[in-house]
Nanobody
Framework: EVQLVESGGGLVQAGGSLRLSCAAS????????MGWFRQAPGKEREGVSC????????YYGDSVKGRFTISRDNAKNTVYLQMNSLKPEDTAVYYC?????????????WGQGTQVTVSS
């Protein structure tokens, strides 16, 4: 059974930091590019970041560049999202997802999400 389990969300003040984790199981983690998405109430889902399976190339949405860092530990089947300088507009449910191959597209698997709330 494929599972993606996010953790690390919570309530933080503006300017603070959080580190999200996503533990994967049930598929060959090394062969999948991993992405983070978020969805705020009343808004469409937004791509936040992605890290490719092949060479670890990273991608970021414009709204988080310079503040968020994605990384992966293939030995632990886990992808991380370090979020610094958080803003109230970062408040959302954050989801991790897995896409087969080297490209951050056509995600097959999704986690259940973790809530991030940034207070002003």
């Amino acid at each position: 059974e494929v599972q993606l389990v996010e953790s690390g969300g919570g309530l933080v003040q503006a300017g603070g930091s959080l580190r999200l984790s996503c533990a994967a199981s049930g598929f060959t983690f090394d062969d999948y590019s991993m992405g983070w998405f978020r969805q705020a109430p009343g808004k469409e889902r937004e791509g936040v970041s992605c890290i490719s399976s092949s060479d670890g190339t990273t991608y970021y949405g414009d709204s988080v560049k310079g503040r968020f860092t994605i990384s992966r530990d293939n030995a632990k089947n886990t992808v991380y999202l370090q979020m610094n300088s958080l803003k109230p507009e970062d408040t959302a449910v954050y989801y991790c997802a897995a896409a087969p191959g080297s490209y951050c597209e056509e995600y097959d698997y999704w986690g259940q999400g973790t809530q991030v709330t940034v207070s002003s």
